[in-house]
């Protein structure tokens, strides 16, 4: 019983580290992907500011950046 | 694919260069990969070629601020005017909200203690709006805006229909103009509504309703254009009707209370680039932009990224545009030449004069073109500075003669683009 418990675990380690060489191998082979960021940066009455559209290559987005600077109006 | 729309785009977009007379973009320094260039706006301006003349105002019209109102206005509070009152809302040094104060023919008529809620206020970019008739004001920041009645908020505004806001009062409702963010917001098809700028709502936000929108020939721009190429204004005009001003391309609009177009004109002077204003905004853009772009750029646990931009750089014409009973102001931004001169326009669009106050003004000589920027506010009869405190009647700026007027007596010939 005991015997077959050792073999049912090893057997899932060994699952488990193929699994994990794997995801290692993916990635490894993984193309570098591209970033892409869209800006605008504007002054007007009394500020600095921007805003940037940042995305890969699929067009999926991958966040917005923006900040400004402000005068005393 | 759409990457590669944002490419074209970017091409179409790409007018002269910072700091060159070339199409092509030019590299930022500090961010590998990213490009600078001009908003299709710059490329617009070269077709106005009408001389600027600012006639420099003598010192001697400008009258200081009576000792008893400039002691009830700090240095760093926000100034505005509207018809005949003049206000002023700052920090309150003895509590935690904000200190309003109104003044009529230079005395206090009302001081209220404000306490804005539900959005972030700091002093650095907060605005002061009056209604004309003081009944309202609205506390304005660069992504909200409160609406007050007394001393009691009575509307807050924010969200993406409220970006940097131009905010005006008519008539118990409440008028604002956003600055459309980002370049990938898309314009309508065919049969949707058209963009809308500008809107209207009752004071507590209800009711909202497009006042003003990007319609085919508001779209000067087009078809290079995106929305956040535009960035209009609205005011009140003492009969009620509007300005709607877009102060980046310099087209000004007079409108029906509802927003109905009546007449268009364009600021026809020929503005210069200032390249040392454009390299600091680049500057400043690099600065910001670094900083939170490095950590997604040099993260070990990813593969290396491969990183492309391009940023659009909008300097608006102009600054500041607003009513003076029915007239119109408008106010050069820093980051052209020259800047922050003051242009009276009269109500039917049939005279243009520019006024310069550089002198009167108190700055450093060596201040960066950031810091050149001139504090000033406007009432139905005086142009007021703030640094140092104090007016210019407009009847006296007006009264002042051109050079030659005398050899050549008569009224100026209309502005072009009517």
Redesign the interface.
Known sequence: MLDNLKNWALGQSKRLAAAAALVVAL?AS??????????????????????????Y?D?TS?G?????????? | MKFLGFVILGLFLAGPALGQTSPTPTAAPGIPGMTFEHGPAVKYREKFHEPVRCLEVPPQLFHPAPKELAELVPQKASVAGAGPYLGAVFKDPKGEGYVFRLFRNEKLVQELFLHPHGFQVSERGLRLVLARDGEYLALVTPQAFAVFAESTQVGLFQGSEVNAPEVAFVRGQVLWCRHPMGLRERWPKPGEEPYAVCYRSELDGSSREPLFSLEDDVRSLAPNDNPADYYFSVSLRRDGKLWLVDNATGNIFLTSSTGAKLRKWTFPFALERDLEAERELQEWFVGELSAKLGPRLHDATKPREKFEGKTTVNISVLSRASAAGNDLLLVTNTGWKPANAVFWVSSDLRQARCFAVDKLAEKAPGASSFDKYIRLAFTDDALWLREPFGYILWQDLLALEEPGERDAPGEAPPPPGQ
């Open positions: 990635a993984q193309p570098a992907y591209a970033l892409y960021a869209a800006c605008v940066s504007t002054s007007t009455q009394c500020s600095y500011s921007y805003h940037c559209e940042l995305f290559d067009d991958t917005i950046e923006w900040g400004g600077s402000f005068y005393l109006c």
